[in-house]
């Protein structure tokens, strides 16, 4: 299984990007897959989640802003990020394990839950 992310930049606050993850390797038609995000010195966070059933979740921090969408024809999950921040400022990073409740993604530990990682992309957010 490999998970590649893309579409990280540098923007400014107000700003908006649109993260991708091609995935390649699962055959497993029931799953959940994720976009977490890492800045140093802090604990990898759930962003957003979406399951084979299209159910979706996101954190508090980015409900309103952020939308997560997959396309199942191109094994593509995607992230749009919108009216972005400084506290965005991350590296993003894609997720996919076998089916599990898409809540898991933003609970707190829910990077533990996930066993099949991209290698991340760079957001930088400036004021």
């Known amino acids: 299984v490999q998970l590649a992310e893309s579409g990280g930049n540098s923007v400014q606050a107000g700003g908006s990007l649109r993260l991708s993850c091609e995935v390649s390797?699962?055959?497993?038609?029931?799953?959940?897959m994720g976009w977490f995000r890492q800045s140093p010195g802090k604990e990898r966070e759930g962003v957003a989640g979406?399951?084979?059933?299209?159910?979706?979740s996101y954190a508090d921090s980015v409900k309103g802003r952020f939308i997560i969408s997959k396309d199942n024809t191109k094994n593509i999950l995607y992230l749009k990020m919108n009216s972005l921040k400084p506290d965005d400022t991350a590296m993003y990073y894609c997720?996919?394990?076998?089916?599990?409740?898409?809540?898991?993604?933003?609970?707190?530990?829910?990077?533990?839950?996930?066993?099949?990682w991209g290698q991340g992309t760079q957001v930088t957010v400036s004021s």
């Open positions: 979406i399951d084979s059933n299209g159910m979706t």
């Open positions: 390797g699962w055959t497993d038609q029931s799953y959940c």
């Open positions: 997720a996919i394990e076998g089916f599990r409740p898409v809540s898991m993604v933003v609970a707190v530990n829910g990077a533990n839950a996930f066993g099949y």
